[in-house]
């Protein structure tokens, strides 16, 4: 499997807090995502990273942000947590464009 | 932009029976197409992908895949299921530009009846 750690792996917050959720990855690799996952929509992008300080916004970007200050580490920033970011959150990192990307186990997020 | 769809969100069949899983791809380049599996509380594992090699595609757990230009289709098939094969499967294609991501559609739960 590849290394890859999402940490927490389950959090319940309240609406309106600040909530970051990391990414770790042993495997050096150079593109790194975070996706959600909600019943119906599958798995949206919500923000990659193409190198150490390089990121680029997804599909559904509006409310969250992120960091790469190390090839190994990513963060997901929710600034002010809204009910509608209850979701669970998966980081994946590629190599290269166009081939595979390999997920982490998920974290689950509950905003209250 | 390129988009993914999979026909279906829930297909039941018998174990022992033919799996097929329908995916349509929009794009006006050639693609780089995958296949993905997750079961329950896990993340999602790679089955196969197609990156325009052979267009018929051979994946793990006994699932295969074929690439068809001319129905922009990857629609994925195992000949016999079995219990195990129960989870849900993402079709996603690779935007051909540079730095950006894999498109997921919206995925197939698959039910295994014994």
């Known amino acids: 499997d590849a290394g890859i750690t999402q940490s927490p792996r389950h959090k319940v917050t309240e609406t309106g807090t600040p909530v970051t959720l990391r990414c770790h990855q042993t495997?050096?690799?150079?593109?790194m995502y975070w996706y959600r996952q909600d019943p119906g929509h599958g798995l949206r992008l919500i923000h990659y990273?193409?190198?150490?300080?390089?990121?680029d916004k997804g599909e559904v970007s509006d409310g969250y942000s992120v960091s790469r200050s190390k090839t190994e580490d990513f963060l997901l920033t929710l600034e002010s947590a809204t009910s509608s970011q209850t979701s669970v959150y998966f980081c994946?990192?590629?190599?290269?464009?166009?081939?595979?990307?390999?997920f982490g186990q998920g974290t689950r997020l509950t905003v209250v | 932009a390129q988009s993914v769809t999979q026909l279906g969100s829930h297909v039941s069949v018998s174990e022992g029976a033919l799996v097929l899983l329908r995916c349509n791809y929009s794009?006006?380049?050639?693609?780089?197409l995958f296949w993905y599996v997750q079961y329950p509380n896990q993340g999602l594992q790679l089955l196969l992908k197609y990156t325009s090699a052979a267009t018929l595609v051979k994946g793990i757990n006994g699932f295969e895949a074929e690439f068809k230009k001319s129905e922009t289709s990857f629609h994925l098939t195992k000949p016999s299921a079995h219990m195990s094969d129960a989870a849900e499967y993402f079709c996603?294609?690779?935007?051909?530009?540079?730095?950006?991501?894999?498109?997921f559609g919206k995925g197939t739960t698959l039910s295994v009846s014994s």
């Open positions: 996603a294609v690779s935007d051909n530009q540079a730095g950006t991501a894999l498109i």
């Open positions: 990273s193409y190198g150490v300080k390089d990121t």
């Open positions: 994946a990192i590629s190599a290269r464009i166009n081939t595979e990307a390999f």
């Open positions: 495997e050096n690799h150079r593109y």
């Open positions: 794009s006006s380049v050639p693609p780089y």
